[in-house]
């Protein structure tokens, strides 16, 4: 079970009762346990599993309570899918994925949604404890020389268009990444002093050393980080230890995926696709493998096609 390619891991799960065995064990090592009331010990049926307890008495499958409820496609393409997005770089596009795993575009676009759900971190990563911590922003959308003319903003900074309709602003990314380490992030509405320090004091610690710009919304940060800045405007971009190099880095490689793979993120989804080039950025380190087994103990988080496109 050392894949090491798709081809690999496709050969092995051949056979739908072999991914539902892997996926079990993966899922609950050894200790089936009744996703309805918690309750351990069930018993095997037919058709999956039911529930010990005769207060509830419900019968289930492996994959009730998962990324793959309610799904009827068979784990052995799921498996295929989640290989996909998380080993490349950039990402896939569900119309490529819908070529390779020969899937309707609008299957593999939930597909893709649901292993986005899956990545979502549980719970707040910290940063900074024992290494240096990168704060900066990026704005997600094309550049003004690039759009149609009554798509620009005008001279006069206002939010209409000649048509009269709304102008849309840039999509406003906040990062924070450890050297060598993991990378948080986040969709604001707007780049404030108030967004950026709250992002800061939810991921790092007090005390930690932090590197940014000379953005004013990072000021003050002094009073509870070991803050150096450098000064872009300046065109000084190292100074000795302070830099924001490592950050920028990633800043092209998100961009490229979006703008490359995805082409465009509407404003709803955008935070789910962080979530998916964090993940990716954080294992980097890790071998397909896994990638594939830690991503599967994390995937018990559901995700309807109603809530999605609510």
Not at 267 to 283: G, I, P, S, V
């Amino acid at each position: 079970m050392n894949f090491k390619s798709l081809p690999q891991l496709l050969d092995y799960f051949k056979e739908e009762q072999t991914a539902i065995e892997y996926y079990e064990k993966i899922r609950w090592g050894g200790n089936p346990t009744c996703p309805h009331c918690g309750k351990e010990k069930p018993y095997k049926t037919n058709r999956g599993w039911r529930c010990s307890d005769s207060s509830c008495d419900k019968k289930f499958t492996v994959k009730v309570g998962t990324i793959f409820q309610s799904s009827k496609i068979p784990f052995r393409t799921w498996f295929a899918a989640i290989w996909l997005a998380t080993n490349h770089k950039k990402g896939i596009s569900s119309v490529q994925l819908s070529i390779d795993l020969g899937i309707t575009q609008k299957t593999a676009w939930f597909v893709l949604h649901r292993i986005r759900e899956m990545l979502k971190e549980k719970a707040p990563a910290m940063l900074g404890e024992n290494n240096m911590v990168e704060a900066d922003e990026t704005y997600i959308g094309g550049r003004e020389t690039n759009k149609h003319f009554r798509h620009r903003r005008s001279r006069e900074n206002k939010l209409l268009r000649n048509d009269g309709k709304p102008y849309k602003e840039k999509k406003i990314v906040l990062g924070l990444i450890e050297r060598s380490g993991k990378v948080v992030l986040r969709h604001v509405p707007n780049a404030t002093k108030e967004n950026m320090v709250s992002f800061i004091e939810q991921h790092v610690p007090e005390g930690a050393r932090l590197n940014t710009d000379e953005f004013k919304g990072y000021s003050g940060l002094g009073k509870w980080y070991n803050h150096e800045t450098i000064n872009h405007s300046l065109s000084v971009y190292v100074d000795g230890e302070v830099h924001t190099n490592t950050i920028e880095n990633f800043w092209s490689v998100l961009k490229r995926g979006l703008y490359g793979i995805y082409h465009q993120v509407s404003d709803k989804h955008l935070e789910r696709y962080l979530d998916e080039f964090a993940a990716r950025f954080n294992e980097r380190a890790s071998t397909p493998r896994e990638k594939f087994n830690k991503f599967l103990r994390e995937s018990e988080s559901y995700l309807s096609y109603d809530e999605l496109t609510a």
